[in-house]
């Protein structure tokens, strides 16, 4: 195999002779055209549809004209094209155009005039992008809803929550896992964000200057189901920013998912022994038969590292090129784009798998409080304000009991009243009631219950933030929705246009196969078509007001 072998003449331009080498098709042109009949042909279907429809809007081509393409166009599948180097350069443009054209019982001349694979590619792209990042938020949704659930079912539960690697103070699981449930929500409206900021159409844009003819791209943005068209033509076919922002999101979220594994794993250990997961989620050791092991924990974590290796390959590859169309930004930075989404696609599903399954055990998490002097804390609040000391002297007072009780082997409840005098009378301080500080201090369940500030560990506290925090996945779900009912509107309004009386193509679809999963809730029902306003980021970074049916 060589580099210099060349194909028949591919008449598809006259500046070069021939096609594509092997070596050239075999490395680079025939794996690049066998991801894109995979994963891009239906949005490149899709868009030389509307294209066919702006010519007909022109009076360049005929409605039948257009018809017809638009057919052929339906015909298309996975299977159907194939890398020729000598007859469409194995490029999936071409190879698409020369499918039609073959088909057209006459040449349809005006079709394809003043246009360039340029904003088509680009625009193809972004549309998959878009697909890729709704799919995983539907992922995402559902883990919110697992972490949700299971953060409702133990918000009552004492366990020992844990500071610089040190038992610290009573809080619950469901505490804990709201936490995470909140990270997940910040990341949802990250993603939306990103979403809005990438819903720009770079169709129309034409090589990097703009077009000759009026493409009207407004309508084109429509049709692909883009809220609006990216305004600069040179943004359109140079920028690849949305691969390297949503990269970013999915690199911040595996970091924080990686956080949440590693307490899951800590508590999962033999020394705490606070979760069970079922043997299906669980591994053996082949030496040690005593041991029962979480393997899938430490592949969650494992998994996310990869998130940051894939958003440095985006980087690397955009990285001192120049502002313009250019394959190694368009094809070969974005190489491991989908290895991304579908590492953190499984990522979500393993760890929502886990919290849908894990099990708290409730004896251990309670050993572990009533053990812990974990109520030192709630010791020198009530020194100070019931008994009168100076903070810091309380703070000091509270420390040397705890270090006295420890030595004498005395548990943190009932505690030794002794103990707290003379650490008391140490600084010249006589306590009225040092048998009732104590009492109250390290009572397990009032160190939930004293903690009575907005977002504490209280459990009414955290069932109120879980109720907010339902009505804004509920919302999420229904701002996913909108994205997804402005896709379908445009390629119904794109049928409408192409085959009018004749009825809707049956072609593939030109947006995701299904919306995004509900959160805890239910998604939103279907009614009658309206418009909300979002802020989103184009491409060269202006806030650009969105609109989107729903």
């Given at each position: 195999?060589?580099?210099?072998?060349p194909?028949?003449?591919p008449?598809?331009?006259g500046r070069?002779?021939?096609?594509?080498?092997?070596?050239?098709?075999?490395?680079?042109?025939a794996?690049?055209?066998g991801?894109?009949?995979?994963?891009?042909?239906?949005?490149?279907?899709?868009?030389?549809?509307?294209?066919?429809?702006?010519?007909?809007r022109?009076?360049?081509?005929?409605?039948?004209?257009?018809h017809r393409?638009?057919?052929l166009?339906?015909?298309?599948?996975?299977?159907?094209?194939?890398?020729?180097?000598?007859?469409?350069?194995?490029?999936?443009?071409?190879?698409?155009?020369?499918?039609?054209?073959?088909?057209?019982?006459?040449?349809v001349?005006?079709w394809?005039?003043?246009?360039?694979?340029?904003?088509?590619?680009?625009c193809?792209q972004?549309?998959?992008?878009?697909?890729?990042l709704?799919?995983?938020?539907?992922?995402?949704?559902?883990?919110?809803?697992?972490?949700?659930?299971?953060?409702?079912?133990?918000?009552?539960?004492?366990?020992?929550?844990?500071?610089?690697?040190?038992?610290?103070?009573i809080?619950t699981?469901?505490?804990?896992?709201?936490a995470?449930?909140?990270?997940?929500?910040?990341?949802?409206?990250?993603?939306?964000?990103?979403?809005?900021g990438?819903?720009?159409?770079?169709?129309g844009?034409?090589?990097?200057?703009?077009?000759?003819?009026?493409?009207?791209?407004?309508?084109?943005?429509?049709?692909?189901?883009?809220?609006?068209?990216?305004p600069?033509?040179?943004?359109?076919?140079?920028?690849?920013?949305?691969?390297?922002?949503?990269?970013?999101?999915l690199?911040?979220?595996?970091?924080?998912?990686s956080?949440?594994?590693?307490?899951?794993?800590?508590w999962?250990?033999?020394?705490?022994?606070?979760?069970?997961?079922?043997d299906?989620?669980?591994?053996?050791?082949?030496?040690?038969?005593q041991?029962?092991?979480?393997?899938?924990?430490?592949?969650?974590?494992g998994?996310?590292?990869?998130?940051?290796?894939f958003?440095?390959?985006?980087?690397?590859?955009?990285?001192?090129?120049?502002?313009?169309?250019?394959?190694?930004?368009?094809k070969?930075?974005?190489?491991?784009?989908?290895?991304a989404f579908?590492?953190?696609?499984?990522?979500?599903?393993?760890?929502t798998?886990?919290?849908?399954?894990?099990?708290?055990r409730?004896d251990?998490?309670?050993?572990?409080?009533?053990?812990?002097?974990?109520?030192?804390?709630?010791?020198?609040?009530?020194?100070?304000?019931?008994e009168?000391v100076?903070?810091?002297?309380?703070?000091v007072?509270?420390?040397?009991?705890?270090v006295?009780?420890?030595?004498?082997g005395?548990?943190?409840?009932?505690?030794?009243?002794a103990l707290?005098?003379?650490?008391?009378?140490?600084h010249?301080?006589?306590?009225?009631?040092?048998?009732?500080?104590?009492a109250?201090?390290?009572d397990?369940?009032?160190?939930?219950?004293?903690m009575?500030?907005a977002?504490?560990?209280?459990?009414?506290?955290?069932?109120?933030v879980?109720?907010?925090?339902?009505?804004?996945?509920?919302?999420?779900?229904?701002?996913?929705?909108?994205?997804?009912?402005?896709?379908?509107?445009g390629?119904?309004?794109g049928?409408?246009?192409?085959?009018?009386?004749?009825?809707?193509?049956?072609?593939?679809?030109t947006?995701?196969?299904?919306?995004?999963?509900?959160?805890?809730?239910?998604g939103?029902?279907?009614?009658?078509?309206?418009a909300?306003?979002?802020e989103?980021?184009?491409?060269?970074?202006t806030?650009?007001?969105?609109?989107?049916?729903?």
């Amino acid at each position: 195999m060589t580099s210099d072998t060349p194909g028949p003449a591919p008449e598809l331009s006259g500046r070069i002779r021939g096609g594509p080498g092997e070596l050239l098709h075999d490395e680079v042109l025939a794996p690049q055209f066998g991801f894109e009949s995979r994963h891009l042909l239906r949005h490149y279907v899709a868009i030389e549809k509307t294209l066919a429809a702006e010519y007909v809007r022109m009076d360049l081509i005929t409605a039948e004209e257009a018809h017809r393409i638009a057919a052929l166009l339906d015909s298309v599948g996975p299977d159907t094209l194939s890398a020729q180097p000598g007859a469409n350069m194995s490029d999936i443009a071409f190879a698409l155009e020369r499918h039609v054209e073959a088909g057209l019982p006459d040449p349809v001349v005006r079709w394809h005039a003043d246009r360039s694979r340029n904003d088509l590619q680009a625009c193809a792209q972004v549309m998959y992008g878009r697909d890729q990042l709704t799919r995983f938020a539907a992922a995402l949704l559902e883990l919110g809803s697992a972490v949700h659930r299971l953060a409702e079912e133990t918000c009552h539960l004492p366990m020992p929550g844990y500071t610089h690697f040190q038992a610290a103070q009573i809080i619950t699981p469901g505490f804990h896992l709201a936490a995470l449930s909140e990270h997940l929500l910040h990341t949802h409206a990250r993603l939306l964000n990103a979403y809005d900021g990438i819903d720009a159409s770079p169709l129309g844009a034409g090589a990097m200057a703009g077009q000759e003819l009026p493409w009207d791209r407004d309508r084109m943005a429509r049709l692909l189901g883009f809220s609006r068209p990216q305004p600069h033509a040179l943004t359109a076919v140079a920028s690849r920013r949305w691969s390297a922002e949503l990269t970013a999101e999915l690199s911040l979220l595996g970091t924080a998912l990686s956080r949440f594994t590693t307490d899951l794993l800590t508590w999962g250990g033999s020394e705490y022994g606070f979760i069970e997961l079922p043997d299906e989620l669980s591994g053996i050791s082949s030496a040690m038969p005593q041991k029962k092991n979480y393997p899938v924990l430490e592949r969650i974590r494992g998994r996310t590292a990869h998130l940051t290796a894939f958003h440095f390959d985006v980087l690397l590859g955009q990285r001192n090129t120049p502002f313009c169309n250019l394959v190694e930004v368009s094809k070969e930075a974005g190489t491991h784009l989908l290895n991304a989404f579908d590492s953190a696609h499984g990522t979500v599903r393993l760890l929502t798998e886990v919290l849908r399954r894990l099990t708290f055990r409730a004896d251990r998490m309670r050993q572990v409080c009533e053990r812990e002097f974990l109520g030192g804390f709630s010791l020198a609040n009530a020194l100070c304000l019931t008994e009168g000391v100076p903070w810091r002297t309380a703070q000091v007072v509270a420390g040397k009991y705890v270090v006295l009780a420890a030595t004498a082997g005395a548990a943190p409840a009932p505690g030794e009243p002794a103990l707290l005098a003379e650490a008391a009378a140490g600084h010249g301080i006589t306590l009225t009631a040092p048998a009732r500080l104590l009492a109250e201090a390290f009572d397990v369940d009032r160190g939930l219950e004293r903690m009575v500030s907005a977002g504490s560990a209280r459990p009414e506290a955290v069932r109120a933030v879980l109720h907010t925090q339902r009505e804004t996945y509920e919302r999420l779900a229904a701002d996913w929705e909108l994205r997804a009912a402005a896709i379908r509107a445009g390629a119904e309004e794109g049928d409408r246009a192409l085959h009018g009386a004749t009825g809707p193509a049956t072609g593939p679809a030109t947006g995701p196969a299904t919306g995004p999963a509900t959160g805890p809730a239910t998604g939103p029902a279907t009614g009658p078509v309206t418009a909300t306003e979002t802020e989103g980021e184009d491409g060269d970074g202006t806030r650009t007001r969105v609109r989107h049916a729903h």
